[in-house]
């Protein structure tokens, strides 16, 4: 895949699945916001999908402001505090075959900056901004970045 920014349309950027980071680590609900940090800090990532104990389905995201807000500054222990109680509601999610340009929308809609690519219900991928700044025509990505930018 070429580093230069894409000159035509999303479409022709091809599918979710094309421009995901594939294989991401991801902390189970049974599993602590210590041990979140963790997979975070040995991956050198700043959020990890929450999946679920038995069935590996997306629960939801996990960022490390989420852990310094939620956990740390409210005083309670990493160490025994549940990472599936970091859920802030519905996964938002994109099929591995969608388009990139349902990926941009889902993004712009729900505001957020990372999204976890599912596969028949199965984490198989992240797609982050810098996934679609490599792969988006400039236009398109100025969209994104000015709607996550608005307060």
């Not at 594939?22 to 700043?46: F, K, Q, W």
């Not at 740390?72 to 990493?78: C, I, K, L, N």
């Not at 712009?108 to 679609?132: F, Y």
């Amino acid at each position: 895949m070429s580093t230069a920014r894409k000159t035509g349309t999303a479409q022709e950027t091809g599918t979710a699945r094309d421009v995901m980071h594939s294989s991401p680590a991801c902390v189970r609900t049974d599993e602590t916001a210590a041990d979140a940090a963790r997979l975070m800090a040995r991956h050198g990532v700043g959020a990890l999908p929450i999946c679920g104990k038995d069935d590996n389905k997306v629960k939801g995201m996990i960022t490390d402001r989420d852990l310094v807000i939620k956990v740390v500054a409210e005083g309670r222990d990493a160490g025994t505090f549940p990472a599936g109680d970091l859920n802030q509601g519905e996964a938002v999610t994109v099929g591995a075959d969608d388009s990139v340009d349902e990926a941009l929308r889902l993004m712009s809609a729900h505001r957020i900056r990372r999204l976890p690519v599912i596969d028949q219900q199965r984490l198989v991928g992240i797609v982050a901004i810098a996934d679609l700044a490599m792969n988006l025509p400039e236009a398109r990505m100025g969209d994104l970045v000015e709607t996550l930018s608005e307060s």
